[in-house]
C-alpha cells in the first residue's frame, strides 16, 4: 500500500519561500507515475499545482508557474515542492499525490489514485 | 473562479438519486476525460470515477458518472448518510496544458 507523507514548517511570513516535501512509502519514486501537488484554501475548492516525473520532468500550472519549484529526490524517495514570494493568498492545505498519467488514443487519462493527509500552511507575518 | 463550474450545493433524503453536474468548454470536458473525487469532512479527496464513467476498485455501483459534450454529471443512488461530503470534478484542459478541477458541490443526506 502506497502512502504519501507531508513535511514542513506550518507558517511562512509573506514574501518568503514556503518549502514542502512529501515521504513516499510503500512504493517507488521511480515507478511509471507521476507525482503531484495539489493545494485546498480554508473552505475552498481543489487547485493543482503542478507534478514531476522520476526523470526530473515537471509541468506546472500555468497561473503559478513563475513561483513553483517542483524537485525530486530519487535517493530519499521523497518529492519536494517551493512556493516563492508568498502571500496570505496562498495559505492553504497543501497535498502531496500520486498520479496516473497516460495517452490512451491521443487522450490523455491523469489522476489521483493515491494522496497524502495534507498538511495546513498559513502566510502571516 | 474555476475552470469547471458545479453547483454549491445539493441534497437529498436517504434512498434517494441525485446527481451534481459540471460544466466545462471545449478545451477541458469537451476533448479530455473527466473525473469525479469525493471529500470526506478533514480528509484528503478520494477518486470516485475515472475516464468519465469508470469506478476504481472498492467503489460502489451506486456511484455512475456520465458525459455529453462539454458537461458531465455524478450520479449517486441509493443516497445514504455517509455520502455527505464535498464532491469535485476535474478534467485535463488542453489550452492551459493542466489539469483543472471545479468548484465543489456540498452534498446534504437530509
Known amino acids: 500500500q502506497v502512502q504519501l507523507q507531508e513535511s514542513g514548517p506550518g507558517l511562512v511570513k509573506p514574501s518568503g519561500t514556503l518549502s514542502l516535501t512529501c515521504a513516499v512509502s510503500g512504493g517507488s519514486i521511480s515507478s511509471s507515475n507521476w507525482w503531484s501537488w495539489v493545494r485546498q484554501p480554508p473552505g475552498k475548492g481543489l487547485e493543482w499545482i503542478g507534478e514531476?516525473?522520476?526523470?526530473?520532468?515537471?509541468n506546472y500550472n500555468p497561473s503559478l508557474k513563475s513561483r513553483v519549484t517542483i524537485s525530486v529526490d530519487k535517493s530519499k524517495n521523497q518529492f519536494s515542492l517551493k512556493l516563492s514570494s508568498v502571500t496570505a493568498a496562498d495559505t492553504a492545505v497543501y497535498y502531496c499525490?500520486?498520479?496516473?498519467?497516460?495517452?490512451?488514443?491521443?487522450?490523455?487519462?491523469?489522476?489521483?489514485?493515491?494522496w497524502g493527509q495534507g498538511t495546513l500552511v498559513t502566510v502571516s507575518s | 473562479q474555476s475552470v469547471l463550474t458545479q453547483p454549491p450545493s445539493a441534497s437529498g433524503t436517504p434512498g434517494q438519486r441525485v446527481t451534481i453536474s459540471c460544466s466545462g468548454s471545449?478545451?477541458?470536458?469537451?476533448?479530455?476525460?473527466v473525473y469525479w473525487y469525493q471529500q470526506l469532512p478533514g480528509t484528503a479527496p478520494k477518486l470516485l470515477i475515472y475516464s468519465n464513467n469508470q469506478r476504481p476498485s472498492g467503489v460502489p455501483d451506486r456511484f455512475s458518472g456520465s458525459k455529453s459534450g462539454t458537461s458531465a454529471s455524478l450520479a449517486i443512488s441509493g443516497l445514504r448518510s455517509e455520502d455527505e461530503a464535498d464532491y469535485y470534478c476535474a478534467a485535463w484542459d488542453d489550452s492551459l496544458s493542466g489539469l483543472v478541477f471545479g468548484g465543489g458541490t456540498k452534498l446534504t443526506v437530509l
Open positions: 514531476i516525473y522520476h526523470s526530473g520532468s515537471t
Open positions: 471545449s478545451s477541458n470536458i469537451g476533448s479530455n476525460y
Open positions: 499525490a500520486r498520479a496516473w498519467k497516460v495517452v490512451v488514443a491521443a487522450t490523455p487519462i491523469f489522476f489521483f489514485d493515491y
